[in-house]
T-cell receptor, first 114, second 113 residues
Framework: AQKITQTQPGMFVQEKEAVTLDCTYD???????LFWYKQPSSGEMIFLIY??????QNATEGRYSLNFQKARKSANLVISASQLGDSAMYFC???????????FGSGTQLTVLP | DAGVIQSPRHEVTEMGQEVTLRCKPI?????LFWYRQTMMRGLELLIY????????DSGMPEDRFSAKMPNASFSTLKIQPSEPRDSAVYFC???????????FGDGTRLSIL
C-alpha cells in the first residue's frame, strides 16, 4: 500500500515570495508517479504538476516546480512569486504501477497575504 | 477541449431516496475514477474503471453504493437508499495512460437530509 504525508495543515506566504509545501511518500513499488493538485475554495481539483519515479530531472510547470528527492522519499512543491490567486488547498498524491488509483495526502491550506 | 463533466453540481435529498450521480469523461481517456471527499476522511477512491470494466471497487463503502460504465463516455454512481452520512463531495476523474494525470470534474456536492 502507498501513503502520502503532508505535515503542514496551513501555510502563509507573502505575495511575490516563494513557498515550499512538503510532501513525503511511502511505497514499495519501484515505479510510481507523484502529483500535485490545487483545490480553491470553489471546490474543483486542478492538476498542477507530475513527477515520475524514473525521471532524472525535477518537474517544472511555469511557477510550479517539484523538488524530488527520491532517497528521502519527498516530493515538495515549490511555488515561486506567489499570487493572491494561489490561496487554496494543495494536495500531494501518488499512484503506482500496481495500484492505478491515486492516494492523496491530507492537504495543505496555503494563504497568500497581500 | 471539454473537461470531465459531472451532473448535477448540487443535490439535496431526503434520506432513503435514490441518488444518481453522472459523469462524462474526457474523450479518449480509458480510465475513470470515482472519489469521495469529506472533512473527516479526505479524498478517497471509491471505484475505478479501465476500458469500461470495473477494476477495483474495494473503496465502495457498502452495498448501497453501485457504479456502472455502460460505454466509454458515460458513468453513473448510484446510492440506494441514501443516508445522511453519505453527504460529501463526489468527484469523477479520467485519465489516459499511467503517466498522464487524472483530470477531475467539478464535483457533485451531495447533501442527504
Amino acid at each position: 500500500a502507498q501513503k502520502i504525508t503532508q505535515t503542514q495543515p496551513g501555510m502563509f506566504v507573502q505575495e511575490k515570495e516563494a513557498v515550499t509545501l512538503d510532501c513525503t511518500y511511502d511505497t514499495s513499488d519501484p515505479s510510481y508517479g507523484l502529483f500535485w493538485y490545487k483545490q480553491p475554495s470553489s471546490g474543483e481539483m486542478i492538476f498542477l504538476i507530475y513527477q515520475g519515479s524514473y525521471d532524472q530531472q525535477n518537474a517544472t510547470e511555469g511557477r510550479y516546480s517539484l523538488n524530488f528527492q527520491k532517497a528521502r522519499k519527498s516530493a515538495n512543491l515549490v511555488i515561486s512569486a506567489s499570487q493572491l490567486g494561489d490561496s487554496a488547498m494543495y494536495f500531494c498524491a501518488i499512484d503506482t504501477g500496481s495500484a492505478r488509483q491515486l492516494t492523496f495526502g491530507s492537504g495543505t491550506q496555503l494563504t497568500v497575504l497581500p | 477541449d471539454a473537461g470531465v463533466i459531472q451532473s448535477p453540481r448540487h443535490e439535496v435529498t431526503e434520506m432513503g431516496q435514490e441518488v444518481t450521480l453522472r459523469c462524462k469523461p474526457i474523450s479518449g481517456h480509458n480510465s475513470l475514477f470515482w472519489y469521495r471527499q469529506t472533512m473527516m476522511r479526505g479524498l478517497e477512491l471509491l471505484i475505478y474503471f479501465n476500458n469500461n470494466v470495473p477494476i477495483d471497487d474495494s473503496g465502495m463503502p457498502e452495498d448501497r453504493f453501485s457504479a456502472k460504465m455502460p460505454n466509454a463516455s458515460f458513468s453513473t454512481l448510484k446510492i440506494q437508499p441514501s443516508e445522511p452520512r453519505d453527504s460529501a463531495v463526489y468527484f469523477c476523474a479520467s485519465s489516459s495512460t499511467f503517466t498522464q494525470p487524472q483530470h477531475f470534474g467539478d464535483g457533485t456536492r451531495l447533501s442527504i437530509l
